[in-house]
C-alpha cells in the first residue's frame, strides 16, 4: 500500500481528494497547517460543505487508511508527495509565485529522491520548474509533475473519479508513475509538458470566467434596453446546441476565476485586454446593480436584504463572495443592510432568512440557492440570476 501525504490537505481541493485516495488503496495523511481542520477532520467532522465527503471520511477513518496531522515530519513516509498550495494574489492582483517554492522548502529536511511528487493547484507559468530547482539545489531528484485539479467545489468526490487528469512531466518515468497513480482511480490521462499543463489550467478558469463575463455584458444591455435577458436566453438556447454553454447572468466569483484571470494576465505581460473586459464586467456587477436601484429607490431610506453570502449556490464558501462587494457598498448607499445564507456558518452577522425578509425594504438574490425557489414575499426581489423564474429584469 503506497503512502501519499497532501501537502494543504485539509483544505476544498486536498481534503477531497485525500478521501478519495484513501478510499482506493492508498494510505493517505493530509498535512494541514491549521490546528483546528485538523482536529475537526480526525474526529470525523467535515470544516467544508462538499457531497458525498462526511461519509467517505468517517469510513476512511475508521478504515484506518487516512488521517490529519500539522506534522511536516509525516513527508518522510510518503511515496507520493501531493502540494495542493495555489498561487495567492496580492492586494494589487499581482501573482505572488513564491508560494509553493515555500511549501515545498517547508518540506526539503524529509523528502527523498525516490518519491513521487505532484504538484496539484494553479499556479504560475514556470512555478513546476522552479520547484525542480529548488529541489535540485537542495540534492533531491524525485520524480515532479504537474497534474492539475479539475474538479467543481461541492462535487470533487464524484468528478475525481470521472474526470480525465492532465500529467504535466518532463520525462517518460515521471509521466508513467503518475499516469499509474491517477489510474487507480479509473480515469483517463493525457500526458503533456507540466508548462503546458500550467496553462491548461489557467486557460480552463479563465475561459469560464470570460463566458460568465459575456453573459453578464448581454444582460447588462438587455437590462438597459429595458428588455428580460432570461427570455432572450431561453429563446437562444432552446435546442440549439451551438448555444447550450451560455451561462446564465449572475455574480461570477470564488477563490479561482478572478485570481487566475489576472495570472494570465501577469504571465502574458499584462497584454490581456479579453481578461481585463472579463474582470470589468464581473466586478463592476455589484455597483451597476446598486445604481440601478438608485435610480428607483431612496436607497437612503431603505433597507436591503442580501440574500446569499457564499460565491456559489448550494456552497459555504464565501471566498471572494461578491456578495461581500455588493454589501459594501450598499452598507455606504442605504439606510441598513442586512445578509442570510442557509449554508454559510462562518459568518456570525449572518441572519436567518425569514428576518430578513421581514425587516428588509428590498431584497437582492445574490446567490442562487435552492432555498430561495420557493420565496413567497411582495418585497421587491432584484433576481438577476432568475432563480424565481420571473425575469431578471431591475
Not at 462538499?50 to 487516512?66: Q, S
Not at 435577458?229 to 432552446?238: G, N
Not at 442605504?334 to 436567518?352: E, G, R, Y
Request: hydrophobic share 45%.
Amino acid at each position: 500500500m503506497q503512502n501519499v501525504v497532501i501537502v494543504g490537505g485539509g483544505g476544498h481541493v486536498g481534503l477531497p481528494l485525500a478521501l478519495v485516495l484513501a478510499s482506493n488503496g492508498y494510505k493517505v495523511c493530509s498535512l494541514d497547517i491549521s490546528h483546528e481542520t485538523v482536529d475537526l477532520i480526525n474526529s470525523g467532522i467535515m470544516p467544508f460543505k462538499e457531497n458525498g465527503a462526511p461519509e467517505l471520511l468517517v469510513h476512511t477513518l475508521a478504515a484506518g487508511n487516512f488521517k490529519a496531522t500539522t506534522e511536516h515530519s509525516v513527508v518522510a513516509e510518503a511515496d507520493v508527495l501531493i502540494v495542493v498550495i495555489g498561487t495567492p494574489m496580492d492586494q494589487h492582483l499581482n501573482p505572488n509565485p513564491n508560494a509553493v517554492g515555500d511549501a515545498i522548502f517547508a518540506c526539503m529536511p524529509y523528502m527523498n529522491s525516490s518519491q513521487l511528487v505532484v504538484l496539484r493547484s494553479t499556479v504560475f507559468p514556470g512555478v513546476t520548474a522552479k520547484v525542480k530547482s529548488l529541489l535540485e539545489d537542495a540534492g533531491l531528484h524525485p520524480e515532479l509533475t504537474f497534474c492539475p485539479e479539475r474538479i467543481l467545489e461541492g462535487d470533487a468526490i464524484k468528478e475525481l473519479r470521472e474526470l480525465p487528469q492532465i500529467i504535466g512531466a518532463w520525462n517518460e518515468p515521471a509521466a508513467d508513475r503518475a499516469t499509474s497513480f491517477f489510474s487507480k482511480l479509473g480515469i483517463e490521462t493525457i500526458v503533456v509538458t507540466p508548462e503546458e499543463a500550467e496553462l491548461a489550467k489557467l486557460f480552463t478558469n479563465v475561459w469560464r470566467y470570460i463566458k460568465f463575463a459575456a453573459a453578464n455584458q448581454f444582460w447588462l444591455m438587455s437590462n438597459e434596453a429595458g428588455l428580460d435577458f432570461a427570455k432572450i436566453r431561453e429563446a437562444i438556447r432552446f435546442d440549439y446546441p451551438r448555444a447550450s454553454d451560455l451561462p446564465k447572468a449572475g455574480f461570477a466569483a470564488g477563490p479561482c476565476l478572478l485570481k487566475d484571470t489576472m495570472q494570465l494576465a501577469a504571465f502574458s505581460n499584462n497584454n490581456f485586454g479579453l481578461g481585463y473586459s472579463a474582470m470589468l464586467v464581473n466586478e463592476g456587477l455589484p455597483l451597476y446593480i446598486v445604481n440601478k436601484l438608485e435610480e428607483k429607490y431612496d436607497l437612503s431610506k431603505m433597507k436591503v436584504g442580501i440574500l446569499g453570502a457564499a460565491f456559489k449556490s448550494e456552497s459555504d464558501d464565501i471566498r471572494e463572495s461578491l456578495s461581500y462587494k455588493l454589501k459594501k457598498i450598499l452598507e455606504f448607499k442605504a439606510n441598513k443592510v442586512f445578509m442570510t445564507d442557509p449554508h454559510v456558518t462562518v459568518d456570525f452577522n449572518l441572519k436567518p432568512l425569514n428576518e430578513v425578509i421581514r425587516d428588509s425594504d428590498i431584497l437582492i438574490l445574490a446567490t442562487p440557492h435552492s432555498a430561495y425557489q420557493e420565496i413567497i414575499t411582495d418585497k421587491p426581489i432584484i433576481d438577476i440570476w432568475n432563480v424565481l423564474g420571473n425575469g431578471n429584469l431591475i
